[in-house]
């Protein structure tokens, strides 16, 4: 079974520009997160879907960032515009949608860097 | 304060080795508890979920004493790929998202 996948690998891009990352969950998986760690921190919780609605997006930093997961299956996430303190690392990570069971499984991340 | 709190080491111990980790969390109301452990510059990969009446596997064996809210993570006859930042975890079933600690880093010298 593949496992949640993230692309890019990597980011570098300037102050102001848009980046978009993307996350596949593992086939079946009904529950989709975003995390972020920027350095020196925890990781922390973005937001959450099942299927494509937004469950909770209670991290999510401010406007600048935009979520979606259009027909259930990929989420992107978008940074528009960017700015430096959005550097970090940011996971995906998803889990079945079965009762008492809460296990997430993450994703390699995307490394953000804003300059 | 942190909602998870961990002392961050690093723990620096011999192969062979018993090492301990231990971890506060602050809301009552968390349901589910896991350790994670992250490799430098990897995800974050379940470990073990931490069950009131404690569990073991293998090597590896977690407690969780809700009264206190305290969890621990035990790892008995370490090895030199036991060397890696474990990453205490909880759940809030109300809002499904997990809240992690700032990680403790564990090296393991030959």
């Known amino acids: 079974e593949a496992g949640v996948t993230q692309f890019p690998s990597h980011s570098v891009i300037e102050k102001g520009q848009t980046v978009t990352l993307r996350c596949d969950p593992i086939s079946g998986h009904d529950n989709l997160y975003w995390y972020r760690r920027v350095m020196g921190k925890e990781i922390k919780f973005l937001l959450h879907f099942v299927k494509e609605s937004k469950q909770d997006e209670s991290g999510m930093p401010n406007n600048r960032f935009l979520a979606e997961r259009t027909g259930g299956t990929y989420s992107t996430l978008k940074v528009q515009p960017a700015e430096l303190e959005d550097s970090g690392v940011y996971f995906c990570?998803?889990?079945?949608?079965?009762?008492?069971?809460?296990?997430?499984?993450f994703g390699p991340g995307t490394r953000l860097t804003v300059t | 304060r942190k909602e998870v709190e961990q002392d961050p080491g690093p723990f620096n111990v011999p192969e062979g080795a018993t090492v301990a980790f231990n971890c506060t969390y602050s809301?009552?109301?968390?349901?589910?508890f896991f350790w994670y452990r992250q490799d430098c510059r990897k995800e974050p990969k379940l470990l073990m979920s931490v069950y009131s009446s404690g569990n073991e596997d293998g090597r590896f064996t977690a407690q969780l004493n809700r009264a206190s809210q305290y969890i621990s993570l035990l790892i008995r006859d370490s090895k030199l790929s036991d060397s890696a930042t474990y990453l205490c975890v909880v759940n809030e079933r109300r809002t499904d998202k997990l809240i992690f600690g700032t990680g403790t880093r564990l090296q393991v010298f030959p």
């Open positions: 809301n009552s109301a968390s349901q589910s």
């Open positions: 990570a998803s889990s079945r949608m079965a009762e008492g069971t809460y296990e997430q499984y």
